[in-house]
């Protein structure tokens, strides 16, 4: 393995999980003020700000690899979609609460466990960022879970919009499990866990939970992939627009 | 659940080990449990603390308002109940 190769495989994975924090951190902070409670609008928010947070560190260590003088505001506000390598499931539209929660929680379970084998990644830098983001991904989990139960196991109401959430949402869950050419050369490399060795972890703590909320995992009917080589959905573009409007109108801009 | 069930918890921070908690404010949560998550939320935001206590509201007895006489006046003119009031005598050491 040379070290061109290497260092093109970090580049990409790096976009990859920084891609799905800052989508993922933008779709939240959409809720901005708009929560059903003030106390979860801030928690919203909270994690919201978690997640660019980590975007920031994958998006920086990123461009320092790529070496072409890309900082971490150049590749969040100048790319397009089809440069964006974000999971599907981070960019589907929040909708309303319920499913903005099933898909936070389903996101949750995988980061954890991620982050959770990053943190003794042999990349020190990767290890660096997976134990500092590591502690604030297993309180989005445990808030995230926490209102699954309370919805899943609510109301008839809030039951049916869990149940039709996460039946929307799994289609998109199997991307998360992917491996490509990217994670080969990083497990390889002791860098990175092979993805599907995380599938067992994140079935267990999403089961255990759907358990408590009296949900079940749904079959995977019509599984969808690609967002991790640029092929998104037709959400992505609106959320970009948004998200890079001040950049793009305004380049360079600061306050 | 319509927003105006949820009841209102009283939140403490301790801000460092070896202080006692400190009441910061309140908020609303479903029970106990999003009671302290939703602290964590709103209240600790800029590391103000290390432990978190919330309670009922409801579960606070207060003084009375109109009590304020017959409980807190009388106080007003015993100073000899502050240390301040005594003198030391100059052989004491250690105070």
């Known amino acids: 393995m040379t070290d061109d190769t290497l260092r093109s495989a970090l580049v990409d994975y790096a976009l990859r999980l920084g891609d799905t924090s800052l989508v993922l951190g933008h779709r939240l902070s959409e809720w901005c003020g708009h929560a059903p409670e003030l106390e979860e609008d801030l928690a919203l928010a909270n994690m919201a700000l978690d997640l660019v947070g980590h975007a920031r560190m994958w998006l920086a260590f990123a461009g320092e690899t790529e070496g072409k003088g890309r900082d971490e505001d150049r590749l969040a506000y100048h790319r397009d979609g089809f440069d964006y390598r974000n999971h599907l499931l981070v960019e589907q539209p ?129 599984r969808q992939t690609g967002g991790r080589s640029g092929r998104h959905t037709e959400h992505l573009g609106h959320l970009l627009a948004e998200m890079q409007f001040l950049q793009r109108a305004y380049p360079g801009a600061t306050w | 659940m319509a927003r105006n069930e949820w009841p209102l918890y009283e939140v403490f921070i301790r801000p460092k080990n070896g202080l006692s908690h400190k009441h910061v404010g309140s908020l609303h949560a479903a029970d106990a449990r999003m009671a302290v998550e939703n602290a964590r939320d709103v209240y600790t935001r800029r590391g103000e603390g290390v432990s978190l206590w919330v309670v009922p509201s409801a579960a606070i007895t207060a003084s009375e308002p109109g009590e304020k006489e017959s409980f807190f006046d009388p106080a007003d003119d015993k100073i000899y109940r502050h240390p301040t009031f005594y003198t030391i005598p100059e052989d004491v050491k250690n105070i």
Do not use: C
Not at chain 1, 149 to 176: N, Q
Not at chain 1, 207 to 220: F, G, K, M, N
């Open chain 1, 94 to 222: 929040n909708r309303d609460f319920g499913h903005t929660i099933a898909r936070q929680f389903l996101h949750d379970a995988w980061s954890v466990g991620l982050y959770e084998r990053l943190a003794s990644s042999a990349n020190p830098e990767v290890a660096g960022i997976a134990a500092k983001a590591v502690k604030e991904v297993r309180y989005h989990l445990r808030h995230s879970g926490e209102w699954v139960v309370r919805l899943g196991d609510g109301t008839e109401k809030s039951r049916a919009i869990m149940a039709d959430a996460f039946d929307r949402l799994s289609r998109y869950t199997d991307e998360m499990f992917e491996a490509d050419g990217v994670e080969r050369t990083l497990t390889a490399a002791g860098i990175a866990p092979d993805p599907e060795e995380l599938r067992a972890g994140w079935e267990a703590r999403v089961d255990a939970v759907l358990a408590e909320a009296t949900l079940s995992r749904p079959a995977i009917h019509g």
